[in-house]
């Protein structure tokens, strides 16, 4: 049943990125981040991220890069898909807008 609901919420949230894909705008954007890295980024999602607030920019950047990188499946491919549909410029503009929110 969890893994259902798990599936669902990650099908809407696709859904919703798709429709929006084509005009980027960084609050926007920024609020599906918090809805599950929390407000201040300062949430450990299901208890196995890093509190990402503390992350320098360099570091969000090489966080997604290795998302990008790395094989699909298990947690770390949900983020996978959260980030691959932004483009380079606009992983920085996040990465900026994350690092500036919280330094
Ligand atoms: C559906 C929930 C969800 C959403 C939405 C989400 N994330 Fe994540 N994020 C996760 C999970 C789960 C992980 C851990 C994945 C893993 O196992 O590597 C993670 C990991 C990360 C990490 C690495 C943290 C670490 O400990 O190394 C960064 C950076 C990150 N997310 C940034 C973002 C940004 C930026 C956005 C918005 C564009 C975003 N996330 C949206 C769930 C989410």
């Known amino acids: 049943m969890k893994k ?3 599936l669902i919420f990650c099908i809407n949230i696709i859904m919703q990125s798709q429709i929006f894909a084509k005009d980027f705008n960084i609050e926007y954007e ?8 929390g407000e201040n980024f300062d949430k450990q999602v ?15 950047i090489d966080a997604f890069e290795k998302y990008i990188n790395s094989p699909n ?8 898909i959260i980030i691959k549909k ?18």
Request: charged share 35%; net charge positive; proline share 0%.
């Open 4 to 6: 259902v609901l798990l």
């Open 30 to 37: 920024i609020k599906k981040c918090q809805k599950c890295h």
């Open 46 to 60: 299901l208890s196995v991220t890093k509190k990402i607030s503390s992350f320098s920019k360099k570091e969000l």
């Open 73 to 80: 499946g298990g947690k770390a491919g949900l983020m996978k």
């Open 86 to 103: 932004y483009s380079k410029a606009e992983r920085e503009q996040i990465a900026d807008y994350i690092y500036k929110k919280n330094h």
